[in-house]
């Protein structure tokens, strides 16, 4: 996470009002309170601090998935993600990865049109096929499509991942995050 001139205007503030408040503590005759005074002060400007520093993170870093393309590789079973991706706000990114979520679609695996869960027994236990059990109806894998990407430039991107053959019709879905 890279610090931009405004996080670092975020922290002095919070450390200037965590120091005021602490001497305001002092100030207190019963050693007792100064310190539960001193703690409360000390975890509202961490909290206050967290917060900001996150909302300036979301709002400071800005970037996005322009277009992408995805082609399906049968002789290896993979998918192949081209695209570009840009930074869209004024401060450098850090790292941007895609995550691209498969899901299988319900309807087409093999049930009738208006069952969504298969009904079981409870020797099931001991008949089930182990196969279809294996097979998870999501998948989610993550990838660093861009590390340092200066504000306002585009990059180009591939990725190739496998593909899931158990799949019929899957929703793919890809998300951009960078920070």
Not at 26 to 44: H, M, Q, V, Y
Not at 82 to 106: D, M, P, R, Y
Request: glycine share 4%; with cysteine.
């Amino acid at each position: 996470m890279y610090f931009t001139f405004l996080h670092w205007i975020a922290v002095a503030i919070f450390l200037l009002i965590f120091l005021l408040l602490a001497i305001l503590a002092s100030k207190e005759p019963d050693k007792k309170n100064r310190r539960i005074l001193i703690i409360a002060a000390f975890s509202i400007t961490l909290m206050g601090g967290i917060a900001s520093l996150y909302a300036l993170e979301k709002y400071t870093k800005k970037s996005k998935l322009l277009s992408y393309t995805q082609k399906r590789l049968l002789s290896t079973e993979s998918v192949v993600f081209t695209g570009k991706i840009q930074n869209s706000g004024k401060f450098k990114l850090a790292e941007c990865s895609i995550k691209v979520k498969f899901t299988n679609n319900v309807m087409t695996m093999g049930r009738p049109k208006n069952a969504f869960f298969k009904p079981s027994s409870g020797l099931g236990w001991f008949f089930s096929d182990k196969k279809e059990q294996e097979k998870p109806n999501k998948i989610e894998e993550s990838f660093v499509v861009a590390k340092d990407l200066a504000p306002h430039k585009v990059k180009n991107f591939r990725i190739q991942m496998h593909y899931p053959p158990y799949m019929n019709a899957p929703l793919i879905k890809l998300k951009l995050i960078c920070h």
